[in-house]
């Protein structure tokens, strides 16, 4: 059953070191990104399962590794402890969970990946998420990714005057645990918007499903005109 859950952005810019002179404007991001994954580690869970969107779906067992070279710096992450398995490198919003994991120490319950394809449906989402949630007694999720990213004329998809309410119902649902209104989220919505973190959150509302957990919500913003969400679900 699902006992605890994280919701963090999956910009690498969390990374001090690939925003560098840009670092100190997501202090507040960090710091609440933080927070939500020591309440993981209190919740005592059996198993910790990270999920963020990537291309297409996958499993990345403990000790997989990503790099952020393709963002012009020479830093590698590991996903927990464990052999450094032959395969795929980590997709970059797990990389991102792997150096929030490390950056708390997390040695507190066994890791397992899971890439979800950005484009599944609700259906899929919810199935994945209901899996992730009976595979043993105490499960907790980290589940990374962004809202719209349409909120202003900067931003990477420019400016649509739907984002800041596609945006404004994920941070309400996010920060009250509302998994019925994530699984109402719209995928065709989102995907206009380039909302990455949708598929994502609505794995997180399958696995909550029964599990009458309460939520917070610890940060909310849109830098770069991109919608970052952090919450906490105990």
Sequence with gaps: MLVAAAVCPSPPLLVPEVATGAAPELDAARAACADA??????????????????????????????SFAGFGVDLSVQLGEGPRPAGRPLPTPLAVAAWLLARAAWADAPIEGRAVDAAATPDVCAGIGRELAGSAERVALLVMGDGSACRTVKAPGYLDERAAGFDAEAARALGTADATALLALDAGLAAELKAAGRAPWQVLAGAAEGAGLDGRLLFEDAPYGVGYFVAAWS
């Design 37 to 66: 994954v020591g309440l993981l580690a209190a919740s005592r869970p059996d198993r910790l399962y990270v999920v963020g969107p990537a291309e297409e779906g996958g499993v990345y067992p403990a000790g997989s590794v990503g």
